[in-house]
């Protein structure tokens, strides 16, 4: 009936598929779980391709995560090579590699 989601303080649960389906509400769930890792990736690098760089509050804003895991995301871009971060702190923003 629950599904947990994340791990240690950051677990959280919610209602399964069946749940919702039984309750005739299906879409409901896909809204509740949220976007997973790689489709948060995937909107990053649209946003950033569409308008040149991102900062981590875009990041966050676009995706609805928060501002640790909206930096955790653009930092793995960066070590993955698809970003190039510039700037430190709150100046901070991430443009493509190809874009150097």
Same mark, same amino acid.
């Not at 209602?15 to 489709?39: H, I, K, W």
């Given at each position: 009936?629950?599904?947990? @989601? =994340? ?7 919610? +209602?399964?598929?069946?749940?919702? /389906?039984?309750? #005739?509400? !299906? ?5 509740? @779980? =949220? ?7 995937? +909107?990053?690098?649209q946003?950033? /391709?569409?308008? #040149?760089? !991102?900062t981590?509050?875009?990041?966050a ?40």
């Amino acid at each position: 009936m629950l599904e947990g @989601r =994340g791990t240690k303080k950051g677990r959280t649960y919610l +209602l399964s598929a069946g749940v919702y /389906r039984t309750l #005739g509400q !299906s879409p409901a769930y896909v809204r509740a @779980r =949220g976007f997973e890792p790689e489709q948060i990736e995937q +909107l990053i690098i649209q946003y950033v /391709r569409a308008h #040149g760089r !991102s900062t981590r509050r875009e990041a966050a804003d676009l995706c609805r995560i928060g501002p640790y895991q909206a930096t955790r995301m653009l930092q793995k871009l960066v070590e993955q090579g698809e970003f190039v971060s510039h700037g430190e702190r709150k100046g901070t923003y991430y443009a493509l590699r190809s874009n150097i």
